[in-house]
């Protein structure tokens, strides 16, 4: 059946007439293409639909923090799989893979940092590793900063980015590290110590039901999907269309649950005002 | 029964569907009717066993010969049935006892262990959540505040209390009823026994994390003795919800897990089949997490698993939470919260290197 052979040209033909590679970047939310230098300098957020794409660790420090001010704590703690999981892919080869993929060691990474000046404990989860969830390298790494900030009567921000929660590879472990960040946050308010929580996207389920929801303040990056269920589950269950902007910060505003949405290129001047206020009171 | 006791059986229920007949009634009801249609395919033996046996009885008093020696055989063997099955469990087999629709609930253990129980309502903010009860109680000889998940037993009562998925006001009447019992100073026991919670648009509203996330917080500096035991299901947030304790212990047959197996299977697998495995690999039975040094201790169950038989498992339950009492109470208060500090502090595994230089 040689006429209906696959043509020899149609080779030539199937090349992908795409992006340039390095050049542009386009807009996950409305595809938009926009030109990679633009992009760097809106700090990833799309100026033609003000999509805020997410940021790695290491790129939200350099945004928040002054530069050359940032010291990182505990950059050697590594996970084990003390449940040695036994999934489609094992732990160990998940975690190198994203080890290997983010450049980081594990899902979070903490430091002491001056943002506007004032001097602060900083912790940023990566929602690129393991969906930015917590297991017990996350959860120590966070109590420790904690405790670090009491110890040096400093305020503690978190940036949480996480879509995964409690790590599903180290089982019950990664759940009751939501009890110890939650318990560090305790005592860090019992010092007279203060927590700005700053949500981005996405922020669900064992991170939002701990520490994320824990904040003196308690700001978000517009459009985030935040919650405790995800949407998919809650659909399942109800069997009914969700609302119009379920779970977006501006839901979690309406609703009470969050004190402002702050734009990226604003968020460091924020931050630095409410820790203006913090210290004010207490010179 | 006490008049008393019954009145406090109809207050526990809280006019819900099933305050027309006292909770003893309805499970005599579930343990010898529908009980042998809902067994589970690993207690198809057991139910067979139990079948015979009851021919053979039926059979005995019809024709007035005496079988009473046989009958005694077949029930030991019935005994040395249900050990045996029960020892060789998968643990996903494991998730479906936890789950069984005749397990006891925390109002049959409350009924069965306290010898008063007044139920308290409402979180003063917005509803009253049937999925998490709570209220004072006397055991033994101490005064104590006990709040708990509960399920429903019939349709009607599931859905009123949202087959123990409890909502936001649900958490916060527990946070509630907890800080009032530190102010009054009795003990806290909490049960545990919920698949997770809520997942719904209300939830999401009024602010399902935030309320879990301030329990998590609150009752780490209780100060007061607090004892959470996992009867049942222990379905994640929404059990640590209420879980943060001095002593966390749990049945046997439960599980307390970061995640359902089934959510598990379909995130990880993507198929919902896999829960089998998925239920093996989260480590989620009560054995596995006393390894872990999740749980302080592990309360056995009689034969077959606690729906059969109520009284001991309640009998074995009252016990170990009287033994934990008894050594907390012993604590100064102050070092009390502390040590609950660090019994979660050092939760967690993992490595640390040092770089080489």
């Known amino acids: 059946m040689a006429l209906f052979k696959r043509p020899n040209f149609l080779l030539t033909q199937s090349k992908k007439r795409g992006v340039p590679g390095g050049l542009w970047t386009k807009c996950e939310s409305c595809q938009e293409l926009i030109y990679n230098k633009e992009w760097e300098n809106s700090l990833k957020v799309c100026p033609k639909c003000k999509h805020h794409c997410s940021l790695s660790a290491p790129e939200r420090i350099r945004l928040l923090v002054d530069e050359g001010t940032f010291e990182e704590f505990d950059p050697n703690l590594i996970p084990s799989d003390p449940l ?113 929580s700053v949500l981005t996207h996405p922020t669900m389920a064992g991170i939002m039901a701990s520490f ?40 979690l505003l309406a609703h009470g649950m969050i004190d402002g949405i702050v734009e990226r290129p604003e968020l460091k001047k924020t931050i630095a005002k409410f820790l203006n206020y913090f210290s004010w009171g207490r010179r | 029964m006490d008049l008393r006791v019954f009145c406090l059986h109809l207050l526990a229920l809280g006019g819900g569907p099933q ?21 589970l395919e ?51 087999q494991r998730v479906q006892i936890a789950r069984h629709p005749q397990r006891p609930y925390s109002l049959d253990f409350i009924h069965l262990m306290m010898e008063e129980f007044l139920e308290l309502h409402g979180d003063r903010r917005f509803g009253d959540d049937q999925a998490l009860i709570g209220g004072f109680a006397k055991m033994g000889n101490r005064h104590i505040m006990v709040v708990g998940h509960q399920k429903g037993r019939d349709l009607k009562e599931r859905q009123a209390r949202s087959f123990g998925c409890a909502h936001p006001e649900g958490y916060r009447k527990a946070l509630r009823l907890m800080q009032l019992a530190e102010k009054a100073g009795l003990p806290i026991l909490t049960l545990i026994d919920t698949p997770g919670a809520y997942p719904g648009v209300g939830a999401e509203e009024r602010g399902q994390a935030e309320a879990i996330a301030v329990n998590l917080r609150e009752m780490s500096g209780l100060k007061v003795p607090v004892v959470a035991v996992v009867i049942g299901e222990g379905g994640s947030g929404g059990a640590l919800g209420i879980g943060v304790a001095d002593r966390i212990l749990i049945f046997e047959n439960a599980y307390y897990s970061v995640i359902s197996p089934e ?60 033994h934990h009492f008894s050594e907390l109470e012993l604590v100064p208060l102050q070092q009390l919260v502390e040590i609950r500090y660090q019994k979660f502090r050092k939760m967690g595994v993992f490595q640390e290197f040092t770089p080489e230089q």
């Open chain 2, 19 to 39: 305050s027309g007949h006292p909770p003893h009634c309805k499970k005599i009801f579930w343990m010898n009717g529908i009980m042998k249609e809902l067994s």
């Open chain 1, 84 to 196: 040695k999981f036994r999934g489609p892919k094992s732990y160990p080869e998940k975690v190198l893979q994203d080890q290997a993929m983010t450049g980081l060691k594990e899902a979070v990474m903490t430091g002491r940092g001056k943002i506007e000046g004032i001097s602060t404990v900083l912790a940023v989860t990566d929602s690129r590793f393991i969906m930015g969830s917590m297991g017990s390298v996350v959860g120590e790494k966070i109590t420790r900063a904690i405790e670090k900030a009491i110890e040096e009567g400093l305020h503690v921000i978190i940036v949480s980015g996480s879509g995964g929660g409690a790590r599903m590879y180290e089982g019950c472990l990664s759940l009751m590290q939501m009890a110890k960040t939650s318990a560090a946050l305790a005592k860090l308010s019992e010092a007279g110590l203060f927590f700005i």
């Open chain 1, 212 to 251: 994320a929801s824990l904040g003196d303040v308690i700001v978000a990056e517009p459009r985030a999907l935040l919650g405790f269920t995800g949407p998919r589950v809650i659909k399942q269950t109800i069997q009914q269309e969700l609302p119009p902007g379920f779970q977006t910060s501006e839901f």
């Open chain 2, 263 to 322: 959510g598990c299977a379909s995130i990880l697998w993507r198929e919902k089949g896999k829960m089998v495995d998925a239920a093996e690999s989260l480590k989620l039975t009560a054995h596995d997490l006393f390894s872990l040094g999740i749980v302080d201790e592990v309360i056995e169950e009689p034969a077959g698993g606690a729906h059969h038989n109520y009284e001991v498992a309640a009998r074995n339950l009252k016990k170990a939470i009287e």
């Open chain 2, 42 to 92: 690993f207690e198809k033996p057991i139910v067979e066993l139990e079948n015979r046996i009851a021919e053979l009885k039926k059979f005995s008093e019809k024709k007035g010969i005496d079988v009473n020696q046989e009958i005694k055989a077949l029930e030991k063997k019935l005994d040395q049935l249900r050990r045996e099955i029960l020892e060789h469990l998968t643990p996903w």
